[in-house]
C-alpha cells in the first residue's frame, strides 16, 4: 500500500498481518496510556483484562482490518484496526454489530506528524472496500485525539460520563438507522486511549 499523502514522507503503509499482533498490543497501550499524567496501563493488565484484551485477541480474526505505519527501515510507529463486536461483548465505542470499531495507536515521538490521520484515512477505504456503512469508537473527551476525529468527520453518537462514542459514515447517502439507547455499563476506574481503551478504562488515542 503506498504511503497516504498526508504522512510523512519517511512512512509507507501496509495491511496488518498476523505478525503483527504484539505491536497491536503495544499500541492499544500506547491508546490507554495517553495521558503522562495518569498511572500507566502495563502490557499485562492489558492482555489481562477482558475489556481490553478483546481488542486484540485471537488478531486477525474474520473480519478484522488493520493498517500498519513503517519506516523505510521497517521500523513500526503505528497501527489502526477495526474489529466487530456483539451486542453481548460490546466493546467501549459500540454502536451495532455490523459498525466496526476503530483502535488507533501511534508511538510517542510520532505523535503529530500526520501518522494518525494517514492511518485513520487507510483504514477508512479498506472498510468501504470491505462493505461497511459506518465506523465507530470512543474517545476522552480531554483526549486531543478527538480533535482528529472530529475534522476527519466523526459526530457524537452518544456521550458516556468523560468519553464520547463517535461514528463515521463512510457513503454520503449513508442515513444511520434509529437505534435503541444502550445502558452504560460500569467501568473501571482508570481508562485511556487513541481513540482506544484505559484502565484501565481504554480509549483511544
Same mark, same amino acid.
Given at each position: ?5 498526508? $504522512? &510523512?514522507?519517511?512512512? =509507507? ?8 499482533? &504484539? ?6 497501550? $500506547?491508546?490507554?496510556?495517553?495521558? &503522562? ?10 492482555? $489481562?483484562? =477482558? ?9 486477525? !480474526?474474520? %473480519? ?13 510507529? %503505528? ?10 461483548? $460490546? ?25 494518525? !490521520?494517514?492511518?485513520? !484515512? ?5 472498510? !468501504? ?14 483526549? =486531543? ?21 463517535m461514528a463515521l459514515s463512510l457513503h454520503s447517502d449513508f442515513q444511520r438507522p434509529a437505534r435503541a439507547p444502550r445502558a452504560v455499563r460500569p467501568t473501571p476506574a482508570t481508562q485511556g486511549g487513541c481513540g482506544g481503551p484505559e484502565t484501565p478504562r481504554f480509549r =483511544?488515542?
Amino acid at each position: 500500500m503506498d504511503t497516504d499523502s498526508t $504522512a &510523512p514522507p519517511a512512512v =509507507r503503509l501496509r495491511e496488518a498481518v498476523g505478525e503483527d499482533s &504484539p505491536f497491536l498490543v503495544e499500541m492499544l497501550g $500506547a491508546a490507554a496510556n495517553w495521558s &503522562p499524567e495518569r498511572e500507566q496501563v502495563s502490557r499485562v493488565h492489558l492482555l $489481562a483484562d =477482558r475489556a481490553t484484551a478483546r481488542y486484540v485477541e485471537g488478531w486477525p !480474526r474474520t %473480519g478484522d482490518l488493520g493498517l500498519i505505519a513503517e519506516t523505510a527501515q521497517q521500523e513500526p510507529v %503505528g497501527a489502526a484496526w477495526l474489529r466487530l463486536f456483539p451486542a453481548e461483548d $460490546a466493546g467501549y465505542g459500540f454502536v451495532g454489530p455490523d459498525v466496526p470499531e476503530l483502535s488507533l495507536g501511534v508511538v510517542p515521538p510520532w505523535r503529530g506528524r500526520g501518522v494518525g !490521520r494517514a492511518l485513520l !484515512r487507510g483504514l477508512r477505504g479498506l472498510a !468501504r472496500e470491505a462493505g461497511h456503512q459506518e465506523l465507530s469508537l470512543s474517545v476522552e473527551r480531554a483526549n =486531543r485525539a478527538r480533535e482528529l476525529y472530529l475534522s476527519e468527520g466523526f459526530t457524537t453518537v452518544r456521550a458516556d460520563g468523560d468519553a464520547d462514542t463517535m461514528a463515521l459514515s463512510l457513503h454520503s447517502d449513508f442515513q444511520r438507522p434509529a437505534r435503541a439507547p444502550r445502558a452504560v455499563r460500569p467501568t473501571p476506574a482508570t481508562q485511556g486511549g487513541c481513540g482506544g481503551p484505559e484502565t484501565p478504562r481504554f480509549r =483511544r488515542r
